[in-house]
T-cell receptor
Framework: AQSVSQHNHHVILSEAASLELGCNYS??????LFWYVQYPGQHLQLLLK??????LVKGIKGFEAEFIKSKFSFNLRKPSVQWSDTAEYFC???????????FGQGTTLQVKP | KAGVTQTPRYLIKTRGQQVTLSCSPI?????VSWYQQTPGQGLQFLFE???????NKGNFPGRFSGRQFSNSRSEMNVSTLELGDSALYLC???????????????FGQGTRLTVV
């Protein structure tokens, strides 16, 4: 069965600290990979996506993620977080054959000013 | 382009009642998916519709059903509501057309359902 696992449920950082959120997935076929962010009271927004090609993808607001096929991982990184990055972050996998998204459990990031 | 629109934004229902939620996808998108978000279970896939046909279904009881109209708008129905159905229900649209497609899903604001 397809599954997505996020390593951290709750992360607390100070502003300017570096961020790395782990994500591993289990799926035997070709997948598309995503990170979504949900700011308090807002809808899910796409941070970045990986379909194919360069495994290092850059998204909005300075976020990037690296796809490592051999490790079935798609970790999210940001060199220097800001207070406004406080939100919940979701890693997700979509089979290239369907529009179904499988989400990880989510990571709540709290950035202290 | 207008985004994904879900109505209503908030609902309060009593146990045993039924509820219908609506989702209007982005113009041109034919795939609509529904998700349930709860603090305990996170985001769980309910079902996906493409061109009026259910293409995928998650592991939810038969009380949860949906449909899609010819204009791609979708409705989700939950019958015999239980307290545990209280959740944020999210709709996503994409132009995913099938095998080998690379596309992303765009989400609506959600409908917050409270069952009392």
């Amino acid at each position: 069965a397809q599954s997505v696992s996020q390593h951290n449920h709750h992360v607390i950082l100070s502003e300017a600290a570096s961020l790395e959120l782990g994500c591993n997935y289990s799926y035997g076929g070709t997948v598309n990979l995503f990170w979504y962010v949900q700011y308090p009271g807002q809808h899910l927004q796409l941070l970045l996506k990986y379909f194919s090609g360069d495994p290092l993808v850059k998204g909005i607001k300075g976020f990037e993620a690296e796809f490592i096929k051999s490790k079935f991982s798609f970790n999210l990184r940001k060199p220097s977080v800001q207070w406004s990055d406080t939100a919940e972050y979701f890693c997700a996998v979509m089979s290239s054959n369907t529009g179904k998204l499988i989400f990880g459990q989510g990571t709540t990031l709290q950035v202290k000013p | 382009k207008a985004g994904v629109t879900q109505t209503p934004r908030y609902l309060i229902k009593t146990r045993g009642q039924q509820v219908t939620l609506s989702c209007s996808p982005i113009s041109g998108h034919r795939s609509v998916s529904w998700y349930q978000q709860t603090p305990g279970q996170g985001l769980q896939f309910l079902f996906e519709y493409f061109s009026e046909t259910q293409r995928n279904k998650g592991n939810f009881p038969g009380r949860f059903s949906g449909r899609q109209f010819s204009n791609s708008r979708s409705e989700m129905n939950v019958s015999t509501l239980e307290l545990g159905d209280s959740a944020l229900y999210l709709c996503a649209s994409s132009d995913h057309r099938g095998r080998g497609a690379n596309t992303e899903a765009f989400f609506g604001q959600g409908t917050r359902l409270t069952v009392v």
